[in-house]
T-cell receptor, first 114, second 114 residues
């Protein structure tokens, strides 16, 4: 089934630890995104990639890094996790052409940093 | 910058009641407008969209009209069902930026009682 997969589904992490959230899409979409969802704040953009080999900062990039080595994968890394990074993380993708095109979302990763 | 304002929730309705969820936006240029829905424990999925002024998006009995003069995109449904219980997000496309991402409102939780 075509779509976006994320791993892990959930994770409890000690503060200071490094963590990589995985995201893979099989729709051959050029653009990919990472959002975090916090109660009362909606979804906020962390990082994005318009095409393989390029990345950019979103609204809340501090403490996070991404890479885009190929079209399908877009991992998000927390170098040294802090409790304020407790959130639900969603990966999304979109065909590049047309700003009215739909973004497709993965099922999310629930991360708790203690 | 771009922003989206949604009415505070939760909204609690009885089955077959009329639904309105207000959404207003601030943006440069002429963004596309979206409503996404998130069912419990799932990622976001597109409900409907409109790409230019006066367009009406519709799906599953929901509809919303892109009103440029009032910068609004209110979501309506004539008769809600228990299965419509979910969180609804209004969003706009980041026109004129390199990000081509979405700016989301904070979300409105809808609870429909039998």
């Amino acid at each position: 089934i075509a779509g976006i997969t994320q791993a892990p589904t959930s994770q409890i992490l000690a503060a200071g630890r490094r963590m990589t959230l995985r995201c893979t899409q099989d729709m051959r979409h050029n653009a990919m995104y990472w959002y975090r969802q916090d109660l009362g704040l909606g979804l906020r953009l962390i990082h994005y990639s318009n095409t393989a080999g390029t990345t950019g900062k979103g609204e809340v990039p501090d403490g996070y890094s991404v890479s885009r080595a190929n079209t399908d994968d877009f991992p998000l890394t927390l170098a040294s996790a802090v409790p304020s990074q407790t959130s639900v993380y969603f990966c999304a993708s979109k065909r590049e052409s047309g700003e009215g095109n739909e973004q497709f979302f993965g099922p999310g990763t629930r991360l708790t940093v203690l | 910058g771009n922003s989206v304002t949604q009415m505070e929730g939760p909204v609690t309705l009885s089955e077959e009641a009329f639904l309105t969820i207000n959404c207003t936006y601030t943006a440069t240029g002429y963004p596309s407008l979206f409503w996404y829905v998130q069912y419990p424990g799932e990622g976001l999925q597109l409900l409907l969209k409109a790409t230019k002024a006066d367009d009406k998006g519709s799906n599953k009995g929901f509809e919303a009209t892109y009103r440029k003069e009032t910068t609004s995109f209110h979501l309506e449904k004539g008769s809600v069902q228990v299965s419509d219980s979910a969180v609804y997000f209004c969003a706009l496309s980041d026109v004129g930026t390199g990000r081509r991402a979405l700016t989301f409102g904070s979300g409105t939780r809808l609870q429909v009682q039998p």
